[in-house]
């Protein structure tokens, strides 16, 4: 297992925490940091077909659509971390998301992709039409992605929501990081990872 970003969330969890996956998948993510970070937590998918391949990886989890809420699964500050990778743009109320990650865990770490990527913009400034790239494969008409974002969107939202950002990582689609992503990431960054914490 090689994807940069697993490693980078790795790195930002402490050894023996409890976390909850948000739209783990198939849990390849939770099991990832179960063998390198000794975690334990639950996996929360609404696919059945992902959490038949969690439960063979003998990852807990609940299936079960997380836009309707954690409150019924989980008391206030069950976990360490609340992490949800790649699907924030798919809540539908982001902004509630967010703060229930928050609510559960002591710290959230999300990623996603960035609409201000320069490729994005180009696609919709200039050829007039939404964009698709390997981050955002899906046409307008049957992508899962409903509120999609640029980096200073995601950074706004949590200064509106007095919510701290701790660490934040700008990649490509690679998963993997340049020089001008560092120096212009919400222009020249395709994938942000981001932990953070209520103020």
């Not at 509630?96 to 770490?109: D, K, Q, T, W, Y």
């Not at 919709?124 to 790239?133: A, D, E, I, K, N």
């Not at 660490?167 to 919400?186: H, M, R």
Request: net charge positive.
């Amino acid at each position: 297992m090689d994807r940069k970003d697993f490693k980078i969330i790795s790195e930002w969890i402490k050894k023996d925490s409890t976390v909850l996956d948000l739209g783990c998948g198939d849990s390849t993510l939770l099991k990832y940091l179960i063998v390198n970070k000794n975690v334990s937590g639950y996996g929360f998918e609404k696919n059945i077909q992902k959490v038949q391949e969690s439960i063979k990886k003998n990852i807990n989890v609940i299936q079960a659509d997380f836009n309707i809420g954690l409150e019924k699964y989980f008391n206030s500050n069950f976990f360490d971390y609340a992490i949800m990778t790649q699907a924030l743009q798919e809540n539908k109320n982001p902004d509630h998301i967010i703060l229930e990650m928050l609510r559960v865990a002591r710290e959230g770490i999300v990623t996603f992709p960035n609409m201000g990527f320069w490729r994005n913009r180009f696609q919709l400034g200039f050829l007039g039409r939404m964009p698709v790239s390997n981050a955002l494969p899906n046409d307008w008409y049957n992508t899962p992605n409903i509120h999609l974002c640029t980096f200073s969107d995601f950074e706004n939202l949590c200064k509106s929501l007095e919510i701290t950002i701790i660490e934040k990582k700008v990649l490509n689609d690679k998963y993997s990081s340049n020089f001008l992503a560092k120096l212009l990431p919400n222009l020249f960054g395709e994938i942000a990872l981001y932990k953070f914490k209520k103020e």
